[in-house]
């Protein structure tokens, strides 16, 4: 494996906005989930960085974000152009015929090969340049011996940058870094760490990884080795392809499913036609809810085979998101097809 390059579109979505309204460039921002009529029942999805800087975030319902910014300029999500601006981004890493893993819309991650740190610096430099004269959108590259620690210098040079830390600067570099620096420790597996006084990185390090197993399972062990500057996390080429989507906010909270379904149908509809567009086949359904309460769940079901049906994406996310509803009222809805695959000539599963 050689050095990882992991490149983060810097505020992806309201940036592909900027692109088709460059006046906003100059105003605070938001992308949400609602429509323009529901906003104040959305949340916000991005905010440009002048919205940020009235505290404005991801995850914040816009109604907050309306009220710290009387006159944010709100955006409804447009999914299917920031698809095609990631395929975009896509393509022309795929022409450097580098090992690629496509972790996200907004992320991927390149295996630089037998390059060394100055050559991997220029392969950067020129993929940075490219994106920006060709897609028009800005990024952040971030470089290191490997895939975790290409997302933390990534992170850590955001917005617009290029970052690189070499191997024998990685203690160094985690040296004054929160526990939640790690990709994959969130709120509450930060929480247990702190109740067994881990707080920086560092603290990973010194803890005995007989506590580090008890505590955090097979997790502890990657963790111990992620602390100590030993992480060997590689980019899985053949990954799963970006997903294809679609979610809406109702005009009512409700849980009632004949509603709901309506609605869903309209959604997978609109994904199936997306996904045929694009000549794929599906093998994974994901059904989300967003709750009263503004906080969501998502559960995902693997089906037998590959396919393009309707009515095996409109069936599963039904059954998903009444499993997920389990009696709660649900604000927003939604449904992800994934395990993408180009067709090549199957014929169609029928369920």
């Known amino acids: 494996m050689g050095l990882v390059l992991l490149l983060d579109m810097d505020y992806f979505f309201a940036a592909c906005e900027e692109l088709r309204h460059p006046e906003l460039k100059q105003k605070a921002f938001v992308v949400g989930t609602a429509s323009t009529e529901k906003k104040e029942r959305g949340v916000v999805q991005t905010s440009n960085y002048l919205a940020r800087s009235f505290k404005i975030k991801s995850a914040m319902p816009v109604a907050m974000a309306m009220k710290l910014k009387p006159d944010l300029v709100y955006l409804p999500s447009d999914e299917k152009f920031y698809e095609e601006e990631s395929s975009k981004i896509v393509k022309l890493l795929e022409s450097y015929h580098l090992e690629m893993e496509v972790m996200s819309i907004d992320e991927m991650a390149l295996d630089t090969g037998d390059a060394d740190y100055k050559k991997a610096m220029a392969l950067a430099e020129g993929i940075k340049s490219r994106i920006s004269s060709e897609v028009g959108l800005p990024c952040t590259i971030g470089i290191s011996t490997s895939k975790i620690y290409a997302k933390m210098v990534c992170d850590a040079f955001k917005p617009n940058k290029i970052g690189m830390v070499r191997k024998e600067e990685l203690l160094g570099f985690l040296a004054d870094k929160d526990v939640d620096s790690i990709s994959g420790v969130g709120g509450k597996t930060k929480e247990r760490m702190n109740r067994i006084g881990i707080y920086k990185i560092p603290d990973i390090a010194k803890c005995p990884p007989l506590v580090l197993r ?138």
């Open 214 to 351: 008890e505590n955090f399972g097979r997790f502890g062990p990657e963790l111990y080795k992620i602390a100590r500057g030993e992480d060997e996390s590689g980019v899985e080429e053949g990954a799963p392809a970006i997903s294809i989507g679609r979610e809406t906010t109702m005009e009512r909270d409700t849980g009632d499913m004949k509603k709901i379904s309506k609605l869903v149908e309209e959604l997978a509809k609109e994904t199936i036609e997306e996904l045929k567009n694009r000549n794929m086949w599906y093998r994974a359904v994901s059904g989300k809810v967003r709750y009263s309460d503004f906080s969501f769940r998502t559960k995902t079901r693997r089906l037998p085979n590959y396919t393009d049906s309707y009515d095996a994406a409109f069936g599963t996310c039904v059954a998903l998101i009444e499993d997920l509803l389990d009696g709660k009222t649900a604000r927003k809805v939604g449904i992800r097809l994934s395990e993408l695959e180009p067709k090549k000539g199957q014929t169609t599963i029928k369920f």
